[in-house]
């Protein structure tokens, strides 16, 4: 059987920065011999309103492990809707990213428009995968936790197929 950890490439390795997904990232690393190749980008949305424990997490799983990650943080102006690449040092703590999607969608998310994790997280890496990495397909892995599945599943009315390895 093959390594569910070896991803097809190109890939993103979306790091939440929880320990499932560190988790993942661990094995990811672990499958290609501790490093990564060209084709596979490890990317952290951060939405500013992440706690504190989880920006050292990432930092330090990137240090440690020698893994680059990029930090990227949703930016939007009247009509524009993008990404900044941000580091541990100038991430934002105060909930900058989460106030502009709120601005830019002129509400507050709620349990019928659950936009932010598409507009500060999904959105975001997309942009700077197509701009930065150039590549218009590619295969995304998420960690997700045990709990998780079904919420995704209801999310998108059960169309989805969710493995967990």
């Given at each position: 059987m093959r390594d569910p950890y070896l991803l097809d490439l190109p890939a993103v390795v979306s790091f939440s920065g929880g320990r499932t997904s560190g988790y993942m990232l661990w094995?990811?690393?672990?499958?290609f011999g501790g490093v990564l190749?060209?084709?596979?980008?490890v990317v952290f949305a951060n939405?500013?309103?992440e706690r504190t424990e989880t920006l050292d997490f990432v930092e330090r799983c990137s240090l440690e492990w020698g893994v680059d990650i990029a930090w990227l943080e949703y930016r939007w102006e009247p009509g524009r809707h993008y990404?900044?690449?941000?580091?541990?040092?100038?991430?934002s703590?105060?909930?900058?990213?989460?106030?502009?999607v709120i601005r830019a969608r002129g509400m507050l998310p709620n349990p019928v428009s659950r936009f932010c994790t598409v507009?500060?997280?999904i959105r975001t890496s997309n942009r700077y995968v197509r701009q930065t990495l150039g590549?218009?397909?590619?295969f995304n892995a998420v960690g997700l936790r045990a709990d998780e599945p079904?919420?995704?599943a209801k999310m998108v009315g059960g169309q989805s197929r969710i493995e967990m390895t």
């Open positions: 094995h990811v690393l672990r499958a190749p060209d084709g596979v980008r939405t500013g309103r990404f900044a690449e941000v580091n541990y040092a100038t991430a703590r105060n909930g900058e990213p989460f106030e502009q507009e500060l997280k590549w218009e397909r590619y079904r919420r995704v």
